[in-house]
């Protein structure tokens, strides 16, 4: 090939080795762990190391459990305790997301960021009522009746009870439900 610029898309381009990841992401290692809570084991002591430093699955890891015991363990001991941690992790990464996104030199870093700070708000949404959408409707009936209708309305009533007994001869024996003098309102 005479210019390595023009390079058909079916070949691709010639790229250099991969870089290591910096062990962010989580492996299915993370989840090989016990699943036996040690009995002298702080729950405390573990929220306390999750809000300052770790990750569950760094946590897990130097305990010798999986990632997922622990979270079950955590939800079932300080189940309060543990919704808040997350709450203030999830503050924290939205802060960080926000910052990142004032800092962005490039598209990538501004992608990146602005995707972290989608994840923060979808977990408050879950975790903080204030980032909940408000799902309240108020609906308000108001009937109001004129009453200059009054007397229309009584001779409606009138004409009515007129053709029910007309049709009905049993209708004269029954007392007149609503009786309405009609009201000079002038």
Known sequence: MANEAHVRIDEGLKRGPRKPQNG???SPKADLGSWTIPPDLNPHEVLQRYLTEATT???AGQYGLSRK????WLRETVPGEWRAVQLVRAHD???CATEEIGFATDALSLARARELLKAAQFELTSLDKDYQPKQQ???TNEIRIETV????ACALLGKIRARSVANNPNAALLQPIIDVEPTNNE
Do not use: P, Y
Request: charged residues 35%.
């Open 149 to 152: 209708l009054d007397g229309e």
């Open 57 to 59: 699955s760094q946590i």
């Open 24 to 26: 962010s992401r989580r």
């Open 93 to 95: 990464l939205k802060d």
């Open 137 to 139: 409707v108020t609906i």
């Open 69 to 72: 015991a622990l979270v079950k």
